[in-house]
């Protein structure tokens, strides 16, 4: 009785945990799930890593992030990849 109650607590949590982040990143980017915005995220990924970027995802940089150094975290640019296809 205790373990089944256990159970269904620990489904109900991953469940709202699971909705959450995706309700998250459907709102911040509602196109992530078209399949060619996808495709723009690989060819962006595989273009800076020839180091030959769009013109499009230049655009997207901020001049505040330019400014603010050389030490970029992953996930600011990640953040500016996504915000280039996926919005």
């Known amino acids: 009785m205790l373990i089944s109650k256990i159970r269904v ?3 109900r949590l991953f469940l709202f945990i699971f909705l959450g982040i995706f309700a ?3 709102i911040s980017w509602p196109g992530i799930l078209k399949p060619g915005n996808w495709i723009c995220f690989k060819e962006i990924i595989a273009k ?3 180091n030959k970027i ?3 995802t230049a ?3 901020s001049p505040s992030y330019l ?3 050389k030490n ?3 996930s600011s640019k990640i953040r ?3 915000d280039a296809c996926f919005r």
Do not use: D, M, N, P
Request: charged share 25%.
């Open 54 to 56: 769009s013109f499009k």
């Open 9 to 11: 607590t620990f489904l």
């Open 59 to 61: 655009l997207e940089i």
């Open 67 to 69: 400014l603010k150094g």
């Open 72 to 74: 970029k975290k992953t």
């Open 80 to 82: 500016i990849v996504a």
């Open 24 to 26: 998250g990143l459907y």
């Open 48 to 50: 800076s890593a020839e």
